[in-house]
């Protein structure tokens, strides 16, 4: 039942043909990173570079490139997953008193470690320097890993059932970091590992961490799992993996999966923080480098044959986004237990995830009113947004279940569904000072931005128009006007090198130019950006730029904008300013040589031809 480590993983993916060894020389200088993604975008199998400049390991890239295959991986324990999700049971709960969830879930005992005296993992010391040296992007601070879970247990209450393995990116050099001494530790708002910080700052006791690489794929996909408070990431690498997971327990020290690959072992520092990154992220922009806490490295593991796993990210799609996918296979029919009156969340990987939320939830309140209107939906907005990492989101739009919405994953659809409906004098709702995603440049600082709520219930308002109106006007800046979808139309404005927050005279003077037009009232959103012939291209394209380059309380306007009692709304058009600013974070670009190089590795005679 599922693979115990990462070694029988690759020998049966190579044996099925889901997996290809590259024995050329592969420098993890930008080249692995665009073999891996280039592969990923090819939807091709997953790759074993061999032979890697600079260290004698392996690297492991596209493991989890395609949902297919991220299904065939764990094809044993699936089962019994769907039976826990279909009995509806809380894991927390269940670990609590696992017999009685055991006889009716046999695989559900796999969720208890086990302790073990035989650890591959303790085999072999090694250094930092002498691990593989992924750089995925030209501008990036220093080397990384990509794939790391991070294992940390609560300072006033350690043991397995208050630990946390989260996916918080690792840089092994670089920076001020003392080489093979000091690595940085980068982990955002919202996370477990900043929890068990803070509880060491206030009782003053070191917080030791476990990084580990590889073992069994599992392990992977429990690091990155938003589980419940109280359900140890542990626990359901050992459900997910099919079988118990065998943990090497030394006195005095964090416990370590014993058929990990890799585990640098050190505390956290508590009286030091230093710059991390820059790193080309998942948004499709560098995050910058700010302080981040600084772990000091006391033990290099590995085990014998070890290998290192590594993915990179970028602009969506990418594999991140696969899991992502399979996340929502596994957990995607808990949500309305978890929030009730939700009937579904989608998280838009192409908007870089946390940027733009859709949802369906109930609109039960007066259900005799003659007309609809949004009334619990924003109860349910309300919870959607004080969930776990669902809280980061910016623009959250919500539909009625009741009005029979189209399903949220058909992301055009369900826009133009709501862009039918909504009423933008009332069914806008804006938190003005919050927190968003640490990644996200387009608040007012570092983790500090704004959200707003749109929510439609009803019948239809209006009719969404699929062509420009010939006589359309905007004014003087703007123009190469396109429609991306019925009801939104893209506008080419000028660059924005002196930005206002929320008073942008050229675009205050856009609105005013839209309402002098008498036949606008179908096309109820227009974006303003940088370049229209792009963001009209393909609705990924619009999806990117519309909200990753914008924050609600400072770049939202709208035709007729009015305040009412500190509700702000408008009567026309709303206009969000999707311009690149001077603030924002610089978008990634790669390096065409190293593209070059690649491409003759998918020529005829190369290891991927045929492939890219």
Same mark, same amino acid.
């Given at each position: ?144 890993? /990509? ?119 050190? /505390? ?43 993915? /990179? ?72 947004? @004080? ?217 005829? @005679? ?7």
């Amino acid at each position: 039942m599922g693979y115990r480590n990462l070694q029988q993983c690759v020998a049966d993916l190579e044996k099925n043909g889901r997996l290809i060894r590259i024995d050329a020389e592969v420098d993890p200088y930008l080249e692995a990173g665009v073999i891996q993604r280039r592969v990923y975008e090819a939807q091709g199998p997953a790759l074993l570079f061999t032979n890697v400049t600079g260290s004698r390991f392996p690297l492991l890239g596209n493991l989890f490139g395609t949902l297919e295959r991220a299904r065939w991986i764990f094809r044993d324990s699936l089962r019994t997953i769907e039976a826990l999700v279909a009995l509806k049971i809380n894991p927390a709960e269940a670990l609590k008193n696992p017999a009685s969830l055991i006889r009716a879930v046999p695989g559900a005992l796999h969720l208890l470690p086990r302790a073990t005296a035989s650890a591959p993992i303790l085999a072999n010391r090694t250094t930092i320097d002498q691990l593989p040296k992924v750089i995925s992007w030209p501008d990036d601070g220093g080397p990384f890993v /990509t794939l790391p879970q991070v294992y940390s247990e609560s300072p006033s209450r350690p043991g397995i059932r208050s630990s946390n393995l989260g996916m918080y990116r690792v840089q092994l050099s670089g920076n001020s970091y003392r080489l093979n001494k000091e690595v940085g530790l980068h982990y955002q708002i919202h996370r477990g590992l900043g929890v068990h910080h803070s509880e060491a700052l206030e009782l003053g006791k070191p917080l030791k961490v476990n990084i580990l690489v590889g073992g069994a794929p599992s392990m992977t996909v429990a690091a990155v799992m938003p589980l419940p408070e109280g359900m140890p990431e542990l626990a359901f690498a050992g459900l997910l993996g099919g079988h118990r997971l065998p943990l090497a327990c030394q006195a005095g020290e964090l416990p370590i999966p014993a058929e990990a690959d890799f585990c640098i072992s050190g /505390t956290l520092d508590l009286e030091k923080t230093l710059p991390e990154g820059p790193f080309g992220d998942h948004l499709g922009y560098y995050s910058l480098a700010h302080a981040f806490p600084v772990l000091k490295v006391e033990k290099v593991w590995h085990r014998d044959g070890a290998i290192w796993p590594f993915t /990179t990210v970028g602009r969506p799609p990418q594999e991140d986004t696969t899991f992502g996918a399979f996340i929502h296979e596994l957990t995607g029919e808990l949500i309305p237990t978890v929030l009730p009156g939700v009937k579904g969340v989608h998280a838009v990987d192409a908007a870089g995830v946390h940027p733009l939320l859709l949802a369906i939830g109930s609109e039960r309140y007066v259900p005799y009113a003659a007309e609809r209107e949004p009334q619990e939906l924003l109860t349910i907005a309300n919870a959607i947004l @004080g969930q776990g990492q669902l809280s980061l989101a910016k623009y959250l739009f919500i539909a009625a279940h009741e009005d029979n919405p189209p399903d949220i994953h058909h992301i055009g659809e369900f826009l133009g569904f709501m862009l039918e409906r909504v009423d933008w004098r009332r069914d806008l709702h804006f938190q003005t000072r919050t927190t968003i995603d640490t990644l996200d440049y387009s608040g007012e600082g570092l983790n500090m931005g704004s959200k707003v709520v749109i929510a439609a219930a009803g019948g239809k308002r209006r009719e969404l128009q699929r062509e420009l109106p010939s006589d359309l006007t905007l004014g003087d800046g703007f123009n190469s006007q396109r429609i991306c979808l019925p009801g939104i139309m893209a506008v080419q404005g000028p660059a924005c090198t002196d930005y206002t927050p929320g008073n942008d005279q050229a675009i205050m003077r856009l609105c005013e130019s839209l309402g002098r037009n008498a036949r606008i009232d179908g096309l109820p959103l227009v974006l303003v950006v940088d370049d229209s012939d792009f963001v009209g291209r393909t609705l990924n394209n619009m999806l990117w730029v519309t909200f990753t380059r914008s924050n609600p309380a400072t770049d939202i306007y709208g035709v007729g904008a009015f305040q009412n009692c500190k509700h702000w709304g408008c009567t026309g058009p709303l206009v969000i300013d999707a311009r690149i600013k001077p603030h924002h974070a610089p978008p990634l670009i790669g390096d065409p040589e190293v593209e070059k190089k690649v491409d003759a590795l998918g020529a005829i @005679g190369g290891p991927l031809h045929g492939i890219i």
